[in-house]
Antibody, heavy 118, light 109 residues
Framework: EVHLVESGGGVVRPGGSLRLSCATS????????MGWVRQAPGKGLEWVAG????????SHADSVKDRFTVSRDNARNSLYLQMNSLRAGDTALYYC???????????WGQGTLVTVSS | EIVLTQSPGTLSLSPGERATLSCRAS???????LAWYQQKPGQAPRLLIY???SRATGIPDRFSGSGSGTDFTLTISRLEPEDFAVYYC??????????FGRGTKLEMK
């Protein structure tokens, strides 16, 4: 059974940094693109970043470009999101997802909450 | 960036009725790379439909998707109580960003 488990969320001050992790199991992670989607409290879904299976292709939403970086370690079955220069508008539940280039998001984790507040 | 517009924003129906949800794109979605997701309160979204009309694993056949180009539809043929939720469309065509619509809330009348 496919499992995606996020960690690393928390409360951080504006301008601060956080690194989110996603532990995967139940499938061969090397075979899939992966990504992150976020949802601000009471709002809709926003695609944040994606990375293909061998890390050759990465993409980030304009709203986080130059501040967030997606990466992966296939040997550790893990996906990461390094978030720098955090802003209040980055406050959201961050979901790890399976799927990227020209593929649907077929599995989702339960999310990790990031709160940016002074 | 492709903008997806979902309508209506809220749909009020009763169990047993038919639901029709719309998703319109600002430009053609090549290869029908359009997905639908269901999200219930406190839960992560779940993939329902991909490729505009293919049901994901385990999705009941009362859910169906159709459309091409810029106009897509999710139909729930006969609503069950567990179908009341928020539904999002997403395009994953061409290059990122792979945008979502703002969602349609399906509520019980």
């Amino acid at each position: 059974e496919v499992h995606l488990v996020e960690s690393g969320g928390g409360v951080v001050r504006p301008g601060g940094s956080l690194r989110l992790s996603c532990a995967t199991s139940g499938f061969t992670v090397d075979d899939y693109g992966m990504g992150w989607v976020r949802q601000a409290p009471g709002k809709g879904l926003e695609w944040v970043a994606g990375i293909n299976k061998n890390s050759a292709t990465r993409s980030h939403a304009d709203s986080v470009k130059d501040r967030f970086t997606v990466s992966r370690d296939n040997a550790r079955n893990s996906l990461y999101l390094q978030m720098n220069s955090l802003r209040a508008g980055d406050t959201a539940l961050y979901y790890c997802v399976r799927g990227f280039l020209r593929g649907p998001l077929d599995y989702w984790g339960q999310g990790t909450l990031v709160t940016v507040s002074s | 960036e492709i903008v997806l517009t979902q309508s209506p924003g809220t749909l009020s129906l009763s169990p047993g009725e038919r639901a029709t949800l719309s998703c319109r794109a600002s430009q053609d979605i090549r290869d029908r790379y359009l997905a639908w997701y269901q999200q219930k309160p406190g839960q992560a979204p779940r993939l329902l439909i991909y490729g505009a009309s293919s049901r994901a694993t385990g999705i009941p056949d009362r859910f169906s998707g159709s459309g091409s180009g810029t106009d897509f539809t999710l139909t729930i043929s006969r609503l069950e109580p567990e179908d009341f939720a928020v539904y999002y469309c997403q395009q994953y065509s061409g290059s990122p960003p792979y945008t979502f619509g703002r969602g349609t809330k399906l509520e019980m009348k």
